[in-house]
C-alpha cells in the first residue's frame, strides 16, 4: 500500500478507475473568454496549492466594477499562523507567490520580446514553490512504476506487443529518471500526457483488469505533473486575450475561521453510531436495513472501527471549513460585487462531497468547476449566519443543511443497493465491491 493512506483520518469512498471523468480540454484557445477566464482563476489557484496534503487547497474569486480595480479574494483549508507572544507570523507564501504571478502576467505585454523568458521564469517560480508536492508526486509515480515492472517482467500484463513495448520502454526511463523537477514537469507536458502511452495507461485504468489501480495511479500522477506548465500556458493565453490585465489588481486574503475539535470523544467516535445518524432519517424500514446491513460489511471487510479509534486516538481532529466555503461566506455576508457579473469561485481541487453539496443549494450566490466525490470526516460548515441581520439567509442556511443531511442518507442507500465497481476507500488502493 501506498504512503498515501497515511492521511486516512480524512477516509471516505471514492470513485475510481472503472470510469475516469473527462479530461478537461487542454487547449486554452477553444475557450470562450468567459471560459477561459474561469479556468485561468481556476489554474492560478493552483499555483498556489503547494502541499499534497489539504491544508494549503486554495480558491480564488474576482471582486470589481465594469472597469474599476480587480481584487483577487483568496483563501485557504487553514490560513499561516498569526504572530504570538512574540513570535513573528508565519509567512503567507500563497499570497507571495500570487502576487509574484499576477506580476509576471502584468508584465508580459502582448507584443514584448521578452515574453518567453518570463514564461521560462514563470514556470520554475512555480515549480519552485511546489518543489516537495512534485518531488513527492514523482516518487509515487516510481513506486508505481516499480510494481508495473515487476508484473511486466512476470508476464502479468495482459497488453498487446506494441503498447507492451511502449509501456515498458517508458518504465524504464521512468526508474532511471534523475531529473530535475522542472525538467520532469515539462516532460509530462510535452511528452507524456502527448503520447500513446498515456493513452495506453488510461484505458488500462477505464478497463478495469486486475491491476488498474496501478495504471489509474499513474494516470492520475502524469495528470499532476504535467498541470504546472498546462496551468502556465492557460495563464499566458488568458492573458493575452482576456481585458483583465487592462485594469489595476489588489490581493486579499481571506481568513480562515479557526479550526474547531471534532465534537465526539475518543471513546465515543464508534462507526455504528456515526453512520447510524445518517441512515436514522430513513422512513423505510427496509432502507434502513439495507443501509446498516452495507455498513457494517464495510466496516467489517476494513476495519473501519478500529480504524476510527486508533487514529482518533492518535491525534486531535480539527475540522475546518474548505477554502470554497470560505469564500462563498464572504459573498453572503458582505455585498460582494463580482468582477463581469461572473458568480465564479475557481479552486485548486475539485471540491469535495459535501462543498459540492453545499454549494449546489447556494447556486445563486456562485457556480463553480466540478466535484469528487470524496467525504471528510473533518468537513466543517461555515460559521452560522447572523439571525438577526439576514434573517432569510439563515433560514436558507438551516434548510441547506437539513437538505444535506437527507441527501447524504440518500447517497448511502443508493451506493449499497446499487453498487459500482470501481469504487476503492480514499488513500488506498483497495476497492469496496
Ligand atoms: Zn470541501
Not at 486516512?8 to 470510469?19: N, P, R, V
Not at 473568454?33 to 485561468?40: H, S
Request: net charge negative.
Amino acid at each position: 500500500m501506498s504512503h498515501r493512506s497515511n492521511n486516512s483520518s480524512d477516509s471516505g469512498i471514492q470513485k475510481t478507475a472503472t470510469l475516469p471523468s473527462p479530461e478537461p480540454k487542454d487547449d486554452p484557445s477553444l475557450l470562450d473568454d468567459e471560459a477561459l477566464r474561469r479556468e485561468f482563476i481556476r489554474h492560478l489557484a493552483y499555483l498556489c496549492n503547494f502541499d499534497t496534503a489539504g491544508d494549503r487547497v486554495t480558491a480564488i474569486v474576482l471582486e470589481g466594477s465594469f472597469s474599476g480595480p480587480i481584487t483577487f479574494w483568496f483563501a485557504s483549508n487553514i490560513s499561516p499562523k498569526p504572530g504570538r507572544n512574540g513570535e513573528p507570523a508565519e509567512v503567507d507564501r500563497m499570497r507571495e507567490s500570487l502576487q509574484e504571478t499576477l506580476d509576471m502576467l502584468y508584465a508580459m505585454k502582448p507584443s514584448d520580446d521578452s515574453r518567453p523568458l518570463i514564461k521560462a521564469q514563470l514556470f520554475a517560480k512555480s515549480v519552485e514553490y511546489s518543489k516537495k508536492k512534485i518531488e513527492n508526486y514523482i516518487s509515487e509515480l516510481k513506486e508505481d512504476v516499480k510494481v508495473l515492472q515487476s508484473l511486466k517482467n512476470a508476464g502479468a500484463l495482459d497488453l498487446n506487443k506494441p503498447d507492451e513495448e511502449m509501456l515498458s520502454k517508458w518504465l524504464k526511463n521512468v526508474l532511471k529518471l534523475n531529473d530535475t523537477p522542472e525538467v520532469i514537469c515539462s516532460k509530462a507536458y510535452y511528452d507524456w500526457k502527448l503520447s500513446g502511452l498515456y493513452e495506453v495507461v488510461r484505458r488500462e485504468a477505464r478497463q478495469g483488469g486486475a491491476y488498474r489501480s496501478y495504471f489509474e495511479n499513474i494516470r492520475h500522477l502524469i495528470g499532476r505533473l504535467n498541470h504546472t506548465m498546462k496551468a502556465i500556458v492557460f495563464l499566458i493565453k488568458a492573458r493575452d486575450k482576456l481585458m483583465l490585465f487592462d485594469r489595476p489588481f489588489r490581493i486579499q486574503r481571506e481568513h480562515s475561521p479557526p479550526a474547531v475539535p471534532f465534537p465526539l470523544p475518543v471513546h465515543e467516535m464508534d462507526f455504528a453510531r456515526i453512520t447510524g445518524k445518517l441512515i436514522e432519517d430513513l422512513a423505510d424500514p427496509v432502507e434502513r436495513h439495507v443501509c446498516q446491513a452495507g455498513l457494517e460489511k464495510l466496516d467489517q471487510k476494513f476495519g473501519l472501527s478500529d480504524k476510527l479509534i486508533t487514529e482518533g486516538t492518535a491525534r486531535v481532529w480539527r475540522l475546518k471549513v474548505h477554502a470554497e466555503l470560505i469564500l462563498l461566506n464572504k459573498i453572503r455576508t458582505t455585498n460582494f460585487e463580482f468582477a463581469y457579473n461572473d458568480r465564479y469561485i475557481g479552486y485548486s481541487k475539485p471540491a469535495c462531497y459535501c462543498c459540492s453539496m453545499y454549494m449546489k443549494a447556494q447556486h445563486d450566490k456562485c457556480e463553480f468547476y466540478g466535484h469528487h466525490e470524496v467525504a471528510y470526516l473533518t468537513w466543517q460548515v461555515p460559521p452560522r449566519l447572523d439571525q438577526d441581520c439576514l434573517h432569510q439567509d439563515a433560514a436558507d442556511d438551516d434548510i441547506c443543511l437539513e437538505n444535506m443531511i437527507n441527501q447524504i442518507g440518500s447517497d448511502i442507500l443508493e451506493f449499497f443497493r446499487d453498487p459500482e465497481p470501481g469504487r476503492r476507500l480514499v488513500g488506498t488502493k483497495e476497492f469496496v465491491h
